[in-house]
Nanobody, 124 residues
Framework: QVQLVESGGGLVQAGGSLRLSCTASGGSFPMGWFRQAPGKERAFVAAISWTGGSTAYADSVKGRFTISRDSAKNTVYLQLNSLTPEDTAVYYC????????????????????WGQGTQVTVSS
């Protein structure tokens, strides 16, 4: 069983930055970040491969958000810059239980485990 523990959410003004962290128990896996705003479906944000060599981003966050990982710590980070109120959502990290993949996965149904979510609120 893999457990994911997220941290780093909070309240920030528009234009500000936050860094989200997600630590996985049990090893290092391809990881992704998704978000869900009130009244909307969960949407892909960013993903990173098991090796860290491949990343993917939603068009809405390209150039503003950066995903990275520290495999020694089994931790994935999501740096959120130039935040806007439209980025307000609960952010979830997810892990795919596979040990050899070198690609980043962008669909929610490709992931095996999910964190509890962390709230990001951006005020105007």
């Amino acid at each position: 069983q893999v457990q994911l523990v997220e941290s780093g959410g909070g309240l920030v003004q528009a234009g500000g930055s936050l860094r989200l962290s997600c630590t996985a128990s049990g090893g290092s896996f391809p990881m992704g970040w998704f978000r869900q705003a009130p009244g909307k479906e969960r949407a892909f944000v960013a993903a990173i491969s098991w090796t860290g060599g491949s990343t993917a981003y939603a068009d809405s966050v390209k150039g503003r958000f950066t995903i990275s990982r520290d495999s020694a710590k089994n931790t994935v980070y999501l740096q959120l810059n130039s935040l806007t109120p439209e980025d307000t959502a609960v952010y979830y990290c997810a892990a795919k239980l596979i040990y050899t993949a070198t690609r980043a996965y962008t669909r929610a149904d490709e992931y095996t485990y999910w964190g509890q979510g962390t709230q990001v609120t951006v005020s105007s």
